[in-house]
């Protein structure tokens, strides 16, 4: 199992990657999705790159944080809470792919999603069979789903916190006359 542990964070950025250069130039040219999807869009209304980027840093942190402890003190509660994080990416790629079927239009998120999916639940099901699913590990998986769940509002509102000093740090900018 060691050997894939260290491939959560890695799959992880890459999947980021194109959510970061992506995201900003979709949703604004894509202004129809805020009147037909309100709700899932406001959590993306007035986001920048910055922004987004200090959420995915910020989403990383536990990504890279748990991997690294389970790689380096093996046991079951830590591979209880890698599985549960690895299994709430897994399902975020479904999510990404999902959306894009649901709207028609490719979404940045898709491409890597649909790369990541199969080697995601290949993974998956190479470290169940080391895995022991006593009740002590399902416990941690599911501390490590609802971790994930928790951590991805965290990451919105400091993305959100970050657009909003961006936006007021502009407002002491002036152009020079010429």
Partial sequence: ???????????????????????????????YLYERFPKVMNAY??????????????????????????????GRVLYGLWYGIFLSMTAHFIVHIGHTLYIRKY?????????????????????????????????FIIVGILLMIANLRLAHMLSHFVNRKLRSAESYYFELPE
């Fill in 45 to 74: 209304r007035g986001l920048t790159t910055e922004g987004m980027a200090v959420g995915v840093y910020e989403e990383f942190i536990p990504f890279f944080g748990i991997s690294l402890l389970a790689y380096y003190f093996p």
């Fill in 107 to 139: 979404i940045p998120s898709f491409i890597t999603s649909i790369i990541c999916l199969p080697i995601s639940i290949l993974i998956l099901i190479k470290c169940a069979a080391f895995v022991n699913f006593d009740i002590l590990t399902v416990t």
């Fill in 1 to 31: 199992m060691k050997e894939y542990i260290l491939l959560l964070p890695i799959i992880f950025i890459f999947h980021d990657m194109e959510e970061i250069i992506g995201f900003v130039p979709f949703f604004r040219k894509n202004l």
